[in-house]
């Protein structure tokens, strides 16, 4: 199986901009590395345009970097025949031929090598590890298949191959909420099966926590940080990644360091690192499961009511002043709209955040 190293890789695109008569320059990757271990499956999560399926493109060879380098193993991909590279890609819209039917779709590759007669087999095994009946689908043409149809024939095709690694770019955004989950499901089976290098691009956080065993953050061209999905969520290293990752997300509220200890308009009190200087400005992040009921904390005005049957929990929504944040209750606590209530912070749950730069501090 094949490792995925990308070095320093930046890329450029001239954009033209107004009536057409000017350009400008958009660095699309800005110094990016990674690397993806051997049959481990690599998330990359961020907003839209922040570089996502330009560095899938490089890492499949459809792109070419202004600088840096990507390689399979130890060889670089420049190096490796188009031929050889041995990789699968499932894109958004699934991209199959229109007036193939999904049979053809899915064996051409084993049919230009005469080894058709495989690919009953192959589908057979996908249908039985993913719990659905692909073969019904093989005698349909792509007008004839739904959306989520589609794409498990474009995973069928590329696991047909025997890819030496696999790129996905958001293969499930445009299916509804409950497709995208089983489809989500189906593939993590098929990926525990078939242990392939895989590189996973999406925009939804609990498609990158089901299937991937790292997570990269992305933000305008960069990696903001990579870990697995409880070390971006207990050690976010900024505030662009504590607050892209979780749901509900992380309450922030601003202060200012006093004699070693955080205080903010509402909240205070709290003791942080010794070494910054009074006036310091500090953002402290506390997840919602942080805020804890407790009688003798800040007072707040229950604004809203959200119950979330599946965790058994509500979601408070709370103000006081010119602050507003929210906490998690137990489903069974009385509490009403309008009602006053009193809280303090978890001290385990504080993350602190250099207010000027985001960057974590504490
Ligand atoms: N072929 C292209 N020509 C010009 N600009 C591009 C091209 N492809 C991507 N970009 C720009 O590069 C940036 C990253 O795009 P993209 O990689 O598609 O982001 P994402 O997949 O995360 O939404 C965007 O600003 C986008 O407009
Ligand atoms: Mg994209």
Redesign the pocket.
């Known amino acids: 199986m094949t490792t995925i190293t990308v070095q320093h890789v930046t890329k450029h695109?001239?954009?033209t901009i107004g009536d057409g008569t000017e350009t400008r320059k958009?660095a699309?990757?800005d110094n990016v590395s990674l690397k993806v271990a051997s049959g481990s499956v690599l998330a990359i999560l961020?907003?839209?345009?922040?570089?996502?399926?330009?560095?899938?493109?490089c890492i499949a060879g459809l792109e070419h970097p202004d600088s840096g380098a990507i390689l399979y193993d130890h060889a670089d991909l420049r190096d490796i025949p188009l031929q050889e590279r041995g990789i699968g890609m499932v894109f958004q819209d699934g991209a199959l031929m229109p007036h193939w039917e999904a049979e053809k779709t899915v064996g051409f590759f084993m049919w230009l090598r005469h080894r058709e007669s495989e690919v009953p087999e192959r589908v057979a095994r996908i249908s039985q590890i993913t719990g659905i009946g692909l073969d019904k689908l093989m005698p349909r043409k792509p007008s004839q298949l739904s959306g989520g149809e589609k794409q498990r024939v474009a995973i069928a095709r590329a696991l047909t191959r025997d890819p030496k690694v696999f790129l996905f770019?958001?293969p499930f955004s445009s299916l509804d909420a409950k497709l995208r989950a089983n489809a989500r499901i189906e593939l993590k089976k098929l990926l525990h099966e078939f242990p392939v290098t895989s590189i996973y691009?999406t925009?939804d956080q609990q498609e990158a926590i089901t299937l991937a065993h790292r997570i990269a953050v992305?933000r305008a061209?960069q990696i903001e940080q990579i870990g697995t999905y409880r070390d971006l969520y207990y050690n976010p290293l900024n505030l662009f990644v504590a607050t892209f990752f979780g749901t509900p997300t992380i309450n922030l509220f601003d202060g200012v360091i006093q004699s070693h200890h955080w205080q903010g308009e509402n909240f205070g009190g709290y003791p942080v690192r010794g070494d910054l200087d009074d006036g310091t400005g500090v953002t402290l992040g506390v997840r919602p499961e942080a805020v804890l009921l407790s009688d003798d904390g800040v007072a707040a005005r229950v604004e809203s009511v959200i119950p979330f049957f599946a965790e058994r929990h509500l979601l408070l929504e709370l103000t006081a002043g010119r602050e507003r944040w929210h906490m998690t209750v137990p489903e069974s606590t009385p509490v009403k709209v309008g009602s006053t209530i009193h809280m303090a912070f978890d001290p385990d749950g504080i993350h602190c955040f250099d207010s000027k730069t985001g960057r974590r501090i504490g």
């Open positions: 695109f001239h954009q958009v699309a990757l961020g907003p839209s345009g922040c570089g996502k399926t330009t560095l899938l493109r770019d958001e691009v925009h992305m061209g």
